[in-house]
Structures are given as structure tokens and as C-alpha cells.
């Protein structure tokens, strides 16, 4: 074994503990049937508990008679000096010859100049089209009365009736293309045979736990109601707190947005002045860079007529380079020519020789060989074998085989047929069990539910806090304090209606414009309120599911004390 002896005892000990396998069916129990557990989990354990025990005893065994080696030393490790060989000196390396390259062919003139052809076919394209318009305006001229065909007013108003209706449809400017679905109808969910029998065996077990909570409460039993009452004075009071608390933090984030607008309008202020200063300065060093750059493009001018001038040297010299070359090209291409002609004649004789003995092969190859075969198929192979037959006799003992199978096919199809039907009589029996306990569910939720949403809008109606109202008359003000900014600030950049007054209908609409902006803003906050109020109400509705679910514990928790009682 590669682990240790004694971790291995002790984890088999601690796996086939009664006690643990006590908490391990208890746990199974919450999610298998019990039975499922003692034949599955428990019942293989309880089997393999001999061959453990033996094996337990073997590992104990071997804890005992392990004795432990004297460990042998080793001596300390001698150095010696490394034995390197002398590096041999490298080869001088011969310097590669630098290949010439061939003169490039320069480029044909025809490649910069058009074919004749684009020039005729265009030509002919303009007269075919004067030709073609000269034939329609002749047409239009001498075109009979009877082809003036025009349509009735009664059927013009139709057809632009028709294209109106058409446009109408079309929505261009629609947000989604596809519509949200309706989400507030209940949708059918398509239930399959596992789903229908655990719901039907639900429903059974909560029918059951009713019975015994009517029957604990009718024989004596204590009520939760008081403790519930208790546990939501407390709930509603924390969720009161908790609503002050959010107003409060939303105020605060609104009242450090304000802070935050007014440092930013002061900053732009301040980068406005910095910005005029900045046009000036870049207005002067431009003027002095357009000077410069005058200087610089006269002492260009002469720099390109000298290399103009060298320029010109280069391509003489370049000429008569040229004509040195043509001279050595045509001679080296005379010889080239022969050179190719020879290997020519060469590869012809060699292909003949090849074309020749090709010829005989294929003559060879095609003589005809006679490779038929005759097969009896009701005699035997001959090999030698109890078992052996021939293709007669196993094609008939198939038929045999599959006329079996057909038989046990069809008694396995009027088997299953039988207990589908079984099982679809006793599903249908299940599904109107689910459908009228949902029904009755559905009631009592709906009731439920109104009257929570009835305590809820009285609950969230009003909060009153002294920081809360505190932090809202420090809002105002910072408000009142952003708007003037920002009105000096227009007032800098634009150019303030009072200071620079033209006509009074211009200061009339600047002041109704100033006076619109706090609007806007109260309208935001009274948004933001909403939405606030609405996360209180969702949190107050998370609440009381979760007082329910609570109530639910509660309650069951008393049923078992009760039954443990008995």
C-alpha cells in the first residue's frame, strides 16, 4: 500500500461508525426515499463489514511488526577537477563571390499606351445610343391617339389610398423590432411522468402534514400566532430603519453629485482663462514659426538646383555603362544557343528510346488470362469442421432465427402497449389531483397577496428622520449655489442677456430658460425618490416570503416535537 497504515485505519474507522452512518441516512433521507437509501447506501456497507474487520486486523498486524532500518551513511562527496579539452581554433572563412545580377528588360511604351480597340468600341457605343434616341423621339412623335391611356381621378385617389396604407405600416423608427412578450399571464408548462408523479406524491405528503398539524392543534397543542405577531412588530420596525437609512444614503450621494458639479463648474471657469492666454501665446509663436519657415524653404531651393546639376553627371556616365553591357550580352546569348541545341537533340533521341520500350510493354500487357470461377452454394467449404455448412443452409436457418425474433417482438410490443395505458390511467388521475390543489392554492395566494400589498403602501407612505430632512435642506442650497455658478459661467462665455442687452424679448426668454433648469432637475429627484420607494416596497415583499418560509420551519418544528411527545 502507498498510504500510510494508520491514516488508513482511521479513516475506515470513521467511515463504518454507527453514529456516522446514522447522520449519513439522515441526510440521504432528505433527499432519496428511505428505502432507496437502506438498499442502496446502507445495505452494501453493512455486507462489505466482515472483509473490513479482516482487513483492519491485517493493517494493525502490520503497524506491529514494522521495525524501523539503521539508515546507512554515505560518505561525504569528493570534488575532482573537470578534465577539459582545448578548444580548437576556428576556421578562417572564406569570403562568399558577390553575384552579379542581369540587366532588367526596361518596359515595353506599349504598356502605357491604349489599345486602339477601347477608342473604336467607344465610338460605336455613342452612335448606337444617338441611333436609339433618335428612333424613340421618332416613336413619341408618330405613336398612335389610342395609346394616350390615363387614368381616372376615381382611380388615382384609390391607388394613393392603397400607397398611403402601405407607408403607414412601415416603422422605420421603432425602438425594438420585436415587441416585449407578456410576461404577466400565466404560460402552460408542459409537465412530463416523473414531474406529474412527484408533484401528485407532494401534495399527498403536504395533505398529510395539514392532517397532523388539525389533529396536534385539536388534542391541545400551543399556536404560533403570538410569536409571529412578535417577530413582525420587529420586522416592521427594522424595515423602517432600513428605509430611513436608504433615503438617507441617496440623499447624501445626490448632496456629493451636487458638491461635485459646483468644484467642476469653478474648474472650467478657471481653464477658460488659461485657454485665452494660451490663444495669444500660440498666435505669436506661429507668426515667428512662418518666418522661420521662409528662411528655410529659400536655402532648400538652392540645395535642390546642385543636385539637379549632379544628378545629370550621373546619368552620362550611366549611358555609356549601358552600352559596354549590350555588347557582352550579345555574345554570351550566341553562345547560350548552342549550348540549348545540343541538349535538345539530346532529350529527342532519349524520348524516342523511351516511346519504344513503352510500345512493348503495353504489347505484353495485354494478352487476355482466363480467372472465372464457378461457386455451388449448397455444397460445403471442406475445411473439416463439426459445424460446418453451406450458404443454402445458413440463409435458412436466419430465416428461422428472425421469424423467432418477430414473434418475441410483438408479445413485448402488447407488453408494453398493456402498461402504457396503466401508467397513462394513473397520470390522468394524478394531473386533476395537481390541478385542483393548485387551484386552491392560487386562491389563497391571491388573497394573501392583496392584503400585503394594502399593508405595504401604508407602511411605506411616509419617512421621517431629522438627518434625513437635514440632508435634504443641505441639498437645496447647494443647488441654488451650482445654478448661479452656472449662470456666470454662461454669462463669461456667451455673453450675459442684462450686461449686453439687445431687446427685452431676448432677456425674457433667457431668464424663462434659467428658471426651467431647477425644474428639470426636481423632476429627476422625484424619479429617483420613486424608484427608491419602489426598491423599499420589493425589499418589505422579500420580507414577508421570508417570514413565511419561517412560519413554514416554524411550524414544522413544533409538529415534530409533538410526534416525539407521543
Not at 480597340?117 to 434616341?133: G, H
Not at 385617389?157 to 420585436?178: R, S, V
Request: net charge positive; hydrophobic share 35%; glycine share 2%.
Amino acid at each position: 500500500m502507498a498510504q500510510d497504515p494508520r491514516n488508513v485505519t482511521k479513516f475506515i474507522n470513521f467511515l463504518f461508525d454507527e453514529d456516522y452512518q446514522l447522520c449519513l441516512k439522515e441526510e440521504f433521507c432528505k433527499l432519496y426515499d428511505k428505502s432507496y437509501v437502506e438498499s442502496i447506501f446502507l445495505q452494501p456497507m453493512k455486507s462489505w463489514t466482515p472483509q473490513i474487520q479482516q482487513f483492519l486486523q491485517r493493517l494493525q498486524n502490520k503497524m506491529e511488526s514494522k521495525t524501523g532500518k539503521p539508515r546507512k551513511i554515505q560518505p561525504p562527496t569528493e570534488t575532482k577537477p573537470f578534465e577539459l579539452s582545448r578548444p580548437r581554433p576556428k576556421p578562417v572563412p572564406i569570403p562568399e563571390k558577390i553575384p552579379k545580377m542581369k540587366p532588367s528588360k526596361p518596359v515595353p511604351k506599349s504598356t502605357f499606351i491604349a489599345p486602339r480597340e477601347d477608342d473604336m468600341l467607344a465610338k460605336q457605343k455613342a452612335e448606337n445610343a444617338e441611333r436609339a434616341e433618335a428612333l424613340l423621339h421618332h416613336a413619341e412623335v408618330l405613336k398612335p391617339i389610342c395609346a394616350f391611356a390615363e387614368k381616372s381621378s376615381k382611380t388615382k385617389a384609390i391607388l394613393e389610398t392603397i400607397i398611403a396604407d402601405n407607408e403607414a405600416k412601415l416603422e422605420f423608427n421603432k425602438k425594438k423590432a420585436c415587441p416585449m412578450p407578456d410576461l404577466s399571464a400565466a404560460l402552460p408548462v408542459k409537465m412530463n411522468a416523473a414531474t406529474i408523479m412527484r408533484e401528485g406524491a407532494l401534495i399527498h405528503r403536504q395533505e398529510d402534514d395539514e392532517a397532523r398539524r388539525l389533529a396536534a392543534l385539536a388534542s391541545g397543542d400551543r399556536d404560533d400566532s403570538e410569536f409571529l405577531r412578535w417577530k413582525a412588530a420587529n420586522e416592521e420596525k427594522e424595515l423602517q430603519d432600513q428605509l430611513a437609512n436608504i433615503e438617507r444614503k441617496h440623499l447624501e450621494g445626490l448632496l456629493s453629485f451636487e458638491q461635485a458639479v459646483l468644484a467642476r463648474q469653478q474648474v472650467k471657469l478657471e481653464r477658460h482663462f488659461e485657454v485665452e492666454d494660451f490663444k495669444a501665446e500660440t498666435k505669436e509663436m506661429m507668426q515667428r514659426y512662418a518666418e522661420r519657415r521662409l528662411e528655410q524653404e529659400q536655402e532648400a531651393r538652392q540645395l535642390v538646383e546642385l543636385t539637379l546639376q549632379g544628378h545629370q553627371n550621373a546619368k552620362d556616365a550611366k549611358v555609356k555603362l549601358q552600352q559596354i553591357k549590350h555588347k557582352l550580352v550579345a555574345e554570351v546569348a550566341r553562345e547560350s544557343q548552342e549550348l540549348l541545341r545540343q541538349a535538345l537533340e539530346e532529350a529527342e533521341a532519349e524520348l524516342r528510346r523511351k516511346i519504344e520500350l513503352i510500345a512493348e510493354i503495353r504489347a505484353m500487357a495485354s494478352v487476355p488470362i482466363d480467372r472465372t470461377k464457378f461457386v455451388d452454394l449448397t455444397n460445403t467449404v471442406g475445411h473439416g469442421l463439426l459445424s460446418e455448412m453451406s450458404v443454402a443452409e445458413l440463409r435458412e436457418r436466419l430465416e428461422f432465427l428472425k421469424v423467432a425474433a418477430l414473434e418475441e417482438e410483438e408479445n413485448r410490443r402488447k407488453e408494453i402497449a398493456e402498461a402504457k395505458q396503466a401508467k397513462e390511467k394513473l397520470l390522468q388521475e394524478t394531473m386533476e389531483a395537481i390541478s385542483k390543489h393548485r387551484d386552491q392554492r392560487q386562491t389563497s395566494e391571491t388573497t394573501l397577496r392583496q392584503q400585503k400589498q394594502k399593508h405595504l403602501t401604508v407602511r411605506t407612505a411616509n419617512i421621517q428622520d431629522a438627518k434625513v430632512l437635514s440632508l435634504q435642506d443641505q441639498l437645496r442650497k447647494r443647488k441654488a449655489e451650482r445654478e448661479r455658478v452656472a449662470m456666470e459661467f454662461t454669462a463669461r462665455s456667451t455673453g450675459h442677456p442684462s450686461s449686453n442687452p439687445q431687446t427685452k424679448e431676448s432677456e425674457i426668454g433667457w431668464w424663462e430658460e434659467v428658471a426651467r433648469k431647477p425644474k428639470t432637475a426636481e423632476a429627476a429627484q422625484s424619479r429617483v425618490v420613486q424608484r427608491t420607494r419602489q426598491r423599499a416596497a420589493e425589499l418589505s415583499s422579500q420580507r414577508a416570503r421570508s417570514v413565511d418560509i419561517l412560519c413554514r420551519d416554524f411550524r414544522q418544528v413544533t409538529l415534530l416535537e409533538a410526534s416525539q411527545r407521543r
